[in-house]
């Protein structure tokens, strides 16, 4: 009877320092980086496609902003543009006449020129031609400077146009709304036919493929450590009642690989999250690491890891 009371006794001992010791070497909780969608238009929300919880590409169309008003605009201006085009002067045709004339000019110079080669016409007939000749051509190239000038004018009014279409094509592409990464939707915070203002939230995304769990550890655990290195990441698994069995704790999670890949420069305070005062009052190091997730982790929930 006295063997079987000490038995009894040391076995409450060891499950006693069982239960008080830790069996992983650091814990934190998992995250990811969230991307806040907004937009970048104002309008009504005609068409958003998307629920919380779907899986989103890169560049995947999920709706649009109405761009009315923005359509509009821009064939007002292309038709302003097609009015200054219409009023720009051609040169060719105006200029016709008076080419017309300095050919038939310089017909009749050569003509003169021949007669009085010939003495059979005086000096003055050429010289008249000549000058004629002359006139025709400074009144050409007077013209033909004039109606540069004025085809100038129109031109310079046109490219400040294009540049206000250029505009509108970029915010009428901004009024499509495309998915910017792979990811999960978290939070979806907008409906269709909402009236959209440019800043508006519209959904919250994340890449759940791969988690990150952090975690902090102590100053002497740090020498343990390098970036690159192979840990063991662990969570509950809920399949067992946690009890002071150790075999029952270890039944009890969920192992993945993980792998170090961000080792704080600095240390910090505990954060407010760890449950005992004692441990809240020493300077810590903050470490990610990367976990594969297989469907079973969530941002927010505890994981711990073994070096």
């Given at each position: ?19 008080t ?11 990811s980086?969230?991307?806040?969608i ?19 590409n890169p ?19 292309e ?6 085009d219409?009023q720009k002067?051609?040169i ?29 016409a ?7 031609a ?8 400074k009144?050409?190239?007077?013209q ?10 129109f ?13 509108i ?8 709304i495309?998915?910017?990464i ?10 269709a ?17 791969t988690l990150?769990?952090?975690v ?24 067992t ?15 993945y690989?993980?792998n ?22 020493d300077l810590?190091y ?19 890891i073994?070096?």
């Amino acid at each position: 009877m006295k063997f079987l009371f000490i038995s009894i006794f040391s076995y409450l001992l060891i499950v006693s320092c069982n239960g008080t010791q830790k069996d992983f070497d650091a814990s934190g909780t998992f995250e990811s980086v969230e991307t806040i969608i907004s937009t970048e238009s104002a309008g009504t929300i005609m068409q958003f496609n998307i629920e919380e919880g779907q899986t989103l590409n890169p560049k995947q169309y999920i709706g649009y902003i109405d761009t009315t008003q923005l359509f509009l605009k821009k064939k007002q201006i292309e038709a302003q543009i097609d009015v200054i085009d219409g009023q720009k002067p051609n040169i060719p045709i105006q200029i016709a006449a008076l080419q017309e004339q300095l050919k038939e000019a310089e017909v009749n110079y050569i003509r003169a020129k021949n007669l009085v080669k010939g003495d059979a016409a005086p000096q003055k007939l050429l010289d008249d031609a000549s000058v004629k000749v002359e006139v025709l051509k400074k009144q050409i190239e007077a013209q033909k400077s004039a109606l540069d000038i004025t085809s100038e004018t129109f031109n310079r009014n046109v490219p400040p146009l294009q540049r206000q279409i250029a505009q509108i094509n970029d915010q009428l592409l901004k009024c499509r709304i495309i998915n910017p990464i792979h990811g999960t939707v978290l939070t979806k915070y907008a409906q269709a036919f909402e009236i959209a203002m440019p800043g508006k939230v519209l959904y919250k995304i994340a890449e759940l493929d791969t988690l990150t769990l952090r975690v902090y550890i102590t100053g002497s655990q740090l020498s343990s450590i390098k970036l690159g290195q192979k840990v063991t990441v662990r969570t509950d698994n809920g399949a067992t009642k946690l009890s002071d069995n150790p075999k029952e704790k270890k039944d009890g999670y969920r192992e993945y690989p993980g792998n170090i890949y961000w080792i704080s420069n600095k240390s910090e305070f505990t954060p407010k999250t760890v449950q005992t005062k004692e441990e809240r009052v020493d300077l810590v190091y903050a470490i990610k690491v990367r976990v594969a997730n297989d469907g079973f982790l969530k941002i927010g929930m505890y994981g711990e890891i073994i070096f």
